[in-house]
């Protein structure tokens, strides 16, 4: 099993950054790849950003690129999402997620933090 907390969201003004973290514990974090994912009222979960065990590769939605950065420390057990320059449609849940396979897809995910919520104004 593993365990995954999210902090960092809040309220923030459009062109503003956050910064989430996502602690891991239980298995070895370094064995798994992490995503994040978010979800915004009636829509459904979407791809985010990902990251491989190693960090040393990393992917992104087209609607995040440029802005949203992903990276971990393997030595604290945390995966953090930097998001600069945020816009009102990025207000949603973000939740990171672990698992064996580095993929877009929530299916390919077996761990699963609570989120946290994030919200931009306009």
């Known amino acids: 099993q593993v365990q995954l907390v999210e902090s960092g969201g809040g309220l923030v003004q459009a062109g503003g950054s956050l910064r989430l973290s996502c602690a891991a514990s239980?298995?070895?974090?370094?064995?798994?790849?992490m995503g994040w994912f978010r979800q915004a009222p009636g829509k459904e979960r979407e791809f985010v950003a990902a990251?491989?065990?190693?960090?040393?590769?990393?992917w992104y939605s087209d609607s995040v690129k440029g802005r949203f950065t992903i990276s971990r420390d393997n030595v604290k057990n945390t995966v953090y999402l930097q998001m600069n320059s945020l816009k009102p449609e990025d207000t949603a849940v973000y939740s990171c997620?672990?698992?064996?396979?580095?993929?877009?897809?929530?299916?390919?995910?077996?761990?699963w933090g609570q989120g946290t919520q994030v919200t931009v104004s306009s």
């Open positions: 239980g298995r070895t974090f370094s064995n798994y790849n």
């Open positions: 997620a672990a698992g064996r396979m580095a993929s877009r897809s929530e299916h390919s995910y077996d761990y």
């Open positions: 990251i491989t065990w190693t960090g040393e590769i990393t």
